[in-house]
């Protein structure tokens, strides 16, 4: 494992530079950021460089900081060394062809619906999916289907996407022109991918991923999606790779219009590309087929050593393959139901005691990513400070069984609802009214409620109950609180 170090290195500022700079400049963002680095935190989040200097070139990143001149190619037309290295990242993932994004997976998913869906379309969705898709459909007013997976207990997390659900869905709308799932979750479950590619294939509909926090899973032994049969899949590289943030890829498989795809990547994409994020992809891609292999394959090893400390030392439940058989080997979800800690009192405690930031929290669970990057040190803090917790619960109580999500009755369409005068109202208040906007926890950014979706008291209930970012206002369709009036 790499160990941090604690002095200034090539192209790092060091304190006295700082401080001569901050004067002049008075840039808090810097000034805030610095501090967290120079604090030694353990960072079980996202990017998944965590700080650490994998390799110098990170250094001297204004000095790279170019645009579309003589030899940098543009990312756009498809040329150049940028080509070069899609072409390198396409065959590394298994996939017909790879385009460079600077957007994010975000960027990556509207470029994919556009693509297989188009305007005014229709598209079946894993209920788990992103905000970002929420906001392909306002855009391109897409009509959403839905399918949703049972929970896994205690954790509350949803499991096996059913496979007839999906089927059912496509023979009773027929409108339907993709399916897009998330794999992995945001916990670290595996979808059945191969399964539901030949189902979406024989019905004639492609199967889109979003990949987002699995582009670590070849180094690891895992396939992508488009070696298991998906047609387009996003992943972000910097969610799980030593690259800047906001890096991401596109795969497509052989039948895409890849043509289509490379102009919708502009479509929602900058004109201004950053060259230093396209270089850091390029490098990570580079760097887990290389030499990183093996330090993911001990970050793997590492998770499942965690798992097994959890189990054996404290109160805590992990999230196992004996819970789910296919399971991200470097994803850690720790579970606290059963106890009188909560996910979120787990996650403060570990970062204001030991300076352990998990990547997310929840009611129920703290989620932890591990990276090649992670020191002995990092990963001993954690251990430590998850030991030391469970210590101090006062009791253990039997888990109660988690209620699903109400479903929701769509009354608008996506785009009808985002685009309509709006406003907001406290969620006591919103029974009844049409939500305009999507009702998102973040991390991890999965839509609960749906613009144009009908708000219920259920809904609101479970809201208040579950919310893990504190909730004061939803923000409704104007006309549905004047009919409501009526």
């Given at each position: 494992m790499l160990r941090r170090k604690r002095s200034a290195g090539r192209g790092q500022?060091?304190?006295?530079?700082?401080?001569?700079?901050?004067?002049?400049?008075?840039?808090?963002?810097?000034?805030?950021?610095?501090?967290?680095?120079?604090?030694?935190?353990?960072?079980?989040?996202?990017?998944?460089?965590?700080?650490?200097?994998?390799?110098?070139?990170?250094?001297?990143?204004?000095?790279?900081?170019?645009?579309e001149t003589r030899a940098t190619g543009d990312l756009y037309l498809g040329e150049g060394p940028i080509r070069d290295a899609e072409v390198a990242a396409a065959r590394y993932f298994g996939a017909a062809d790879c385009f460079f994004l600077t957007g994010g997976s975000s960027q990556g998913i509207l470029a994919m619906l556009a693509t297989a869906v188009g305007q005014g379309g229709a598209v079946l969705l894993d209920r788990e999916c992103h905000k970002s898709?929420?906001?392909?459909?306002?855009?391109?007013?897409?009509?959403?289907?839905?399918?949703?997976?049972?929970?896994?207990?205690?954790?509350?997390?949803?499991?096996?996407?059913?496979?007839?659900?999906?089927?059912?869905?496509?023979?009773?709308?027929?409108?339907?022109?993709?399916?897009l799932v998330t794999s992995p979750t945001y916990y670290g479950v595996r979808r059945a991918l191969p399964a539901l590619a030949d189902l979406c294939h024989a019905f004639g509909k492609p199967l889109l991923v979003d990949a987002a926090h699995g582009a670590?899973?070849?180094?690891?032994?895992?396939?992508?999606?488009?070696?298991?049969?998906?047609?387009?899949?996003?992943?972000?590289?910097?969610?799980?790779?030593?690259?800047l943030g906001q890096g991401a890829v596109v795969l497509a498989g052989a039948g895409v219009d890849k043509r289509a795809l490379r102009e919708n990547t502009a479509l929602f994409g900058t004109s201004s590309p950053s060259y230093p994020i396209m270089a850091s992809i390029d490098l990570a891609r580079a760097y887990i087929e290389g030499p990183g292999r093996a330090a993911y394959l001990r970050a793997a090893?590492?998770?499942?050593?965690?798992?097994?400390?959890?189990?054996?030392?404290?109160?805590?439940?992990?999230?196992?393959?004996?819970?789910?058989?296919?399971?991200?080997?470097?994803?850690?979800?720790?579970?606290?139901?059963?106890?009188?800690?909560?996910?979120?009192?787990?996650?403060?405690?570990?970062?204001s005691e030991y300076g352990v930031a998990c990547e997310?929290?929840?009611?129920?669970?703290?989620?932890?990513?591990?990276?090649?990057?992670?020191?002995?040190?990092s990963l001993y803090r954690l251990r430590r400070?998850?030991?030391?917790?469970s210590d101090r619960r006062h009791e253990d109580l039997p888990p109660a069984p988690t209620a699903p999500f109400p479903s929701a009755e769509r009354v608008m369409r996506v785009r009808e609802a985002w685009f309509a005068p709006s406003g907001r109202v406290a969620p006591a208040a919103a029974e009844g009214l049409i939500c305009a906007r999507p009702v998102t926890p973040y991390p991890p950014g999965v839509p609960l409620i749906w613009p144009g979706e009908k708000i219920t008291r259920a809904h609101i209930e479970l809201i208040c109950e579950r919310w893990y970012n504190e909730i004061n206002e939803i923000t409704v369709v104007v006309s549905s609180i004047s009919k409501r009036g009526k």
């Open positions: 500022l060091s304190h006295r530079q700082i401080n001569r700079l901050l004067p002049f400049t008075g840039a808090p963002l810097f000034h805030t950021l610095q501090l967290l680095a120079t604090g030694d935190p353990a960072r079980f989040h996202m990017p998944g460089h965590k700080g650490e200097p994998l390799f110098n070139t990170y250094a001297e990143v204004f000095a790279i900081d170019f645009t898709v929420c906001h392909a459909c306002a855009l391109l007013d897409i009509t959403p289907y839905f399918v949703s997976a049972p929970l896994i207990e205690p954790f509350a997390v949803s499991g096996e996407l059913p496979v007839d659900a999906v089927e059912r869905q496509l023979v009773e709308h027929p409108d339907i022109r993709a399916v670590h899973f070849p180094a690891v032994g895992l396939m992508t999606p488009t070696q298991q049969g998906a047609d387009m899949a996003v992943l972000s590289m910097h969610k799980t790779l030593p690259c090893e590492a998770c499942g050593d965690l798992r097994a400390y959890i189990v054996r030392r404290t109160g805590f439940t992990p999230l196992t393959e004996d819970d789910f058989p296919a399971l991200d080997p470097c994803r850690l979800t720790v579970c606290t139901a059963g106890t009188d800690t909560t996910g979120h009192r787990l996650a403060d405690m570990l970062w997310m929290a929840d009611e129920r669970n703290a989620v932890f990513i591990l990276t090649g990057a992670d020191t002995s040190s400070g998850l030991r030391r917790v």
